[in-house]
């Protein structure tokens, strides 16, 4: 089956420096990868998604993710934090294995910005 | 547009009684699911359904039933509530098909739901 796998709970960077979301993935086949931001009391929302070509794709809100190939990483990265990005992240991957298609979530990684 | 809509926002059950949670979309997409969120766990797939009349289940559906009799709406049945359902649900549609594009979900504000 495929799945994603974020190793940080939590992640605090100071505003204005940069961050990063760790991310990687198992998959057989080619990756459909996607991350989401969910604020608090708030329902998940996409930010960006690799599918193919650029390795550096950018999302909503000034957010990137570095595809990895070799690493099979999927991180996200933004170049200067803001408090408002503080919220929780997931990783996620198409996933078709078991006979239907689904997306499989990550367990999360809850960024802190410190102002 | 309101996108995707639930209701309650909150609930308090006790263990034994039954309930529905409502989930509707007006984006006319054919895609639906319901999640749970646990601490820990991330989201797990509960039940899903590609269209009207036709609903599977994800990896976590003992305890729940669904049904699709229109586009827009996907109820969300717990039959017999228990303490191991307390979570937080969400609802999310998309459109169907294989296309990169059809997998980006939108989500409902989600259902506190406590069993005691």
């Known amino acids: 089956a495929q799945s994603v796998a974020q190793p940080e709970d939590q992640v605090n960077v100071a505003e204005g420096n940069p961050l990063t979301v760790k991310c990687t993935y198992s998959?057989?086949?080619?990756?459909?990868l996607f991350w989401y931001v969910q604020y608090p009391n708030r329902g998940l929302q996409f930010l960006l998604k690799?599918?193919?070509?650029?390795?550096l794709v950018k999302g909503s809100y000034g957010f990137e993710a570095e595809f990895n190939k070799s690493q099979t990483s999927f991180h996200l990265k933004k170049p200067s934090a803001l408090v408002s990005d503080s919220a929780l992240y997931f990783c996620?991957?198409?996933?078709?294995?078991?006979?239907?298609?689904?997306?499989?979530f990550g367990t999360g990684t809850k960024l802190q910005v410190i102002p | 547009n309101a996108g995707v809509t639930q209701t309650p926002k909150f609930q308090v059950l006790k263990t034994g009684q039954s309930m529905t949670l409502q989930c509707a979309q007006d984006?006319?997409?054919?895609?639906m699911s319901w999640y749970r969120q646990d601490p820990g766990m991330g989201l797990r797939l509960i039940h899903y359904s590609v269209g009207a009349g036709i609903t599977d289940q994800g990896e976590v559906p003992n305890g729940y039933n669904v049904s699709r009799s229109t586009t827009e709406d996907f109820p969300l049945r717990l039959l017999s509530a228990a303490p191991s359902q307390t979570s937080v649900y969400f609802c999310?549609?998309?459109?169907?098909?294989?296309?990169?594009?059809?997998?980006?979900?939108?989500f409902g504000p989600g259902t506190r739901l406590t069993v005691t």
């Open positions: 690799y599918i193919t070509g650029d390795n």
């Open positions: 998959v057989s086949g080619n990756p459909y």
């Open positions: 996620a991957v198409r996933d078709i294995s078991g006979g239907y298609q689904k997306v499989t």
């Open positions: 984006m006319n997409h054919e895609y």
């Open positions: 999310a549609s998309r459109l169907s098909g294989s296309l990169a594009t059809s997998y980006e979900q939108y």
